[in-house]
DNA sequence: TTGGCAGTGATTGTATCCAATGACAAGCGG
DNA sequence: CCGCTTGTCATTGGATACAATCACTGCCAA
């Protein structure tokens, strides 16, 4: 899944920084001389980060044309939250009973800071994290690799959502976590596989009653 | 997913053919000159070509060191499986109004010629289109190259289990397929979907109970 | 005015050459 | 005899140079 050579794998997780923070966003061109310069390195390793990156999902390659930061429409990112409906809670079923006390405390802190934090880079960073957190002790590696990608694909259209709606229209996806961490804490794998499933889906349709987004 | 430049491309859809159809098994190292040599090319298209390879897990890259076809223990392809086991439902069930009359005749005929395959080669093509049938309308492309993705990565072990049991171990299979298409026939979107998650699932408990093929 | 066409520039794709890393084996010392 | 060191070789990683392709622009003609 990853680079091997020195230089294209500092090239491709700059460039993956750079998309994920929304420093680069969907539709820009990518030169591939203007990164080697940035990086002192020839195109060689560049190139080879873009295939990289590419096969994450990232960036697009079009043969004697170009490299774009990779770009979703609604559809491709209401499939991948189908996807993500399915998978997330078979990780999560599969990890909850070696989840420990400390991880579910955790879990719980990161509730408690979205449901205070103001901005919205914040909020995105802790979702992630809490989401991914659930997602970890399944020992299903190549499982959560997936889901990352998911979120990776989907890390731009989940800001602009954010950032539309505001704070005041996430309160119901600060319950859903609280009942989340509940069921987590029951060591519940129907209920918690169940909330899991039901807020990704509710997610998905908000964000498809809001398609001014793409 | 795919290469842009003419000549990796073919580099890689050779490389992919050769491992897919067990002409090359996992473990095999892969030298950079020789493909180049095989092409009639650089080495640089071939490096290209070893990047996607990779990033469809089908090759492990290992830097200062070479390639070897990806090798999968049996916990990932348990893994694989238990991944399977949530999307593929989820492609048949999406797709299963829009499925036609053609289709589940086409399905129909397939299960036919699986159940008279001599070869194991036979049944294993058979298997696949089969399944990759089911899955082909639900109009989610990237689920579509998802669940691809799985029956590439472990195409060597399906190969390796069905020579090991042989023709008598598979009625199960028949039996299953069967059913399958009937619940098809009916448009069920239910039955349809467990039905194929219940065989992915028996079929991996099938694999867990020979893990010396790993 | 508009459509097509050729030329030009920028950008990507590939080949060749060189550097660097790692594996292996022979030799030295304990 | 065993283990470590060192040197050589095979292979990969990267840089430079060149070829091919594409997009854009300006011109010409209908």
Redesign the pocket.
């Known amino acids: 899944m990853q680079a ?6 500092r090239v491709a997780a700059s460039l993956r920084e750079a998309i994920l923070s929304g420093a680069m966003e969907p539709g820009a ?5 203007e990164l ?1 310069e940035r990086f ?6 560049v ?2 980060a873009l295939r990289v990156l590419e096969a994450e999902g990232l960036v697009r ?7 774009w930061v990779a770009k979703l429409d609604l559809a491709e990112c209401l499939e991948t939250y189908k996807m993500r409906e399915r998978l997330e809670p078979l990780a999560l079923g599969e990890g909850i009973q070696a989840l420990t006390g400390e991880e579910i405390a955790r879990l719980e802190a990161l509730v408690a800071e979205m449901e205070e934090a103001e901005e919205v880079e914040t909020f995105l960073r802790l979702d992630r994290v809490f989401h991914l957190l659930t997602c970890s002790r399944a020992g299903m590696p190549m499982l959560e690799a997936t889901i990352r990608g998911f979120w990776d694909r989907t890390q731009h259209y989940r800001r602009a959502y954010a950032s539309l709606v505001g704070r005041e229209g996430q309160w119901v996806i600060h319950h859903e976590h609280r009942l989340l961490v509940e069921a987590l804490r029951r060591r519940d794998r129907i209920d918690a596989e169940a909330l899991l499933a039901l807020h990704i889906r509710r997610t998905r349709l908000a964000l498809a009653a809001h398609p001014e987004i793409f």
Request: aromatic share 0%; no cysteine; proline share 4%.
């Open positions: 091997d050579s020195l230089v294209g794998r061109r990518i030169r591939q001389e080697a002192g390195s020839s195109r060689i390793p190139r080879e390659l079009v043969a004697n044309s170009g490299a």
